[in-house]
């Protein structure tokens, strides 16, 4: 089948985005010679305090780049972690960026009979044993998709500042769930070091916008480490068109919701289980028997569809698959396509429109 007509969910990123601003403003962009020939803005200052008024964070607390893998690189250096806890199975990336910044890494599993949820108390504890000084959380966790209260957040960073600890807290899906966001405490907490995105619920992967929101004292060492010029000035309209559009933003948060819980439903009227997830996507689990009859082969070949199969996180095997939610009918199409894989007969598969 070519590779244009599979139907993917394996990346998570809002399928109906970018907001129709978002093209506008690239638009705009393109059909400016003069803009095309000069530098972007060295600060970003137009893009940084649109940041700032979208997380309430101030814009001085805020440093922008091409990505997450950058920012988290710049700052692990820039506050010298030595040993790092990293909860796991974790996105990939976080491991490869503490290899490369030579620091040591210490890993706390989070366990399927816990749903995947991490217990803060025991966290901090663990961080206090092996002597970490540095804490990578990611809060909604790819790719269980568990998300903390931003109030347990808040329990947790005091504690850890207590014991030196500085808390990572990658919140690249929290634009689902915006309410659990601990993005506008950083500048009164002097351990917590916030990392957020546009590619994911701005649906701006291609584009390249990153940032960090992190406190005043941190933030000239995390930009010296940082490549100058890194968001081009189409990279930085665009995301600045994006979190002002408030209209995009609720509709999507709502939406997402909406299916989210269809397709979970759905998915568990089949007999799969399914973790409890609030963005955008959900991990499933499939039996032993199912998970070696290849049922993520069997997908692409008869059905076109592409999971995320999940056997590549550290901690997870061939029965663990995550799955984007995606509109309604494509959703249901997952859902039919599931069932005839699986064999199953489903009575209440009927997804209310
Ligand atoms: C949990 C998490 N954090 C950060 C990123 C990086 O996002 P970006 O570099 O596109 O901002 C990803 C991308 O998949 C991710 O899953």
């Not at 109030?151 to 207590?162: K, L």
């Not at 490549?227 to 948060?253: F, M």
């Amino acid at each position: 089948m070519p590779i244009d007509r599979l139907l993917d969910f394996s990346a998570s990123i809002y399928p109906d985005g970018p907001s129709p601003r978002v093209i506008e403003a690239v638009s705009d962009a393109l059909r400016s010679p003069r803009q095309l020939r000069q530098y972007p803005d060295l600060k970003s200052s137009d893009l940084r305090a649109n940041l700032a008024r979208y997380t309430t964070a101030p814009a001085d607390n805020i440093l922008v780049a091409n990505g997450g893998v950058p920012l988290m690189s710049a700052t692990l250096r820039a506050i010298r972690t030595r040993k790092c806890l990293l909860p796991v199975p974790a996105f990939g990336e976080y491991r490869r960026i503490l290899e490369r910044e030579k620091s040591e890494i210490r890993t706390y599993p989070l366990v399927p009979s816990a749903n995947f949820r991490p217990d803060l108390h025991q966290l901090i504890g663990s961080c206090v044993e092996y002597g970490c000084d540095t804490l990578i959380l990611n809060n909604p966790h790819n790719p269980s998709g568990v998300t903390v209260d931003a109030s347990e957040i808040r329990w947790m960073i005091t504690h850890a500042d207590r014991h030196g600890i500085r808390v990572l807290l990658d919140e690249a899906f929290i634009d689902f769930v915006p309410e659990e966001s601990v993005s506008a405490d950083v500048p009164q907490s002097g351990n917590l070091i916030v990392f957020r995105s546009v590619s994911k619920f701005f649906a701006m992967a291609g584009l390249r916008v990153a940032y960090v929101i992190a406190p005043q004292h941190r933030v000239p060492a995390i930009a010296s480490l940082l490549d100058p010029w890194s968001v081009s000035t189409l990279a930085s309209q665009a995301a600045g068109a994006a979190v002002k559009d408030l209209r995009y933003i609720s509709n999507t948060i709502r939406r997402n919701s909406e299916e989210r819980e269809q397709l979970t439903r759905a998915l568990t009227g089949i007999g799969l289980t399914v973790f409890p997830a609030c963005a955008n996507f959900l991990m499933l689990r499939f039996s032993i028997e199912h998970a070696s009859e290849n049922v993520w082969e069997q997908l692409i070949l008869d059905h076109g569809i592409v999971l995320r199969n999940c056997e590549t996180f550290e901690g997870l095997d061939g029965r663990y698959m995550r799955a984007a939610v995606r509109g309604r009918d494509d959703n249901q199409r997952l859902v039919h396509a599931l069932a005839s894989v699986l064999n199953r007969s489903v009575p209440n598969l009927r997804i209310n429109s």
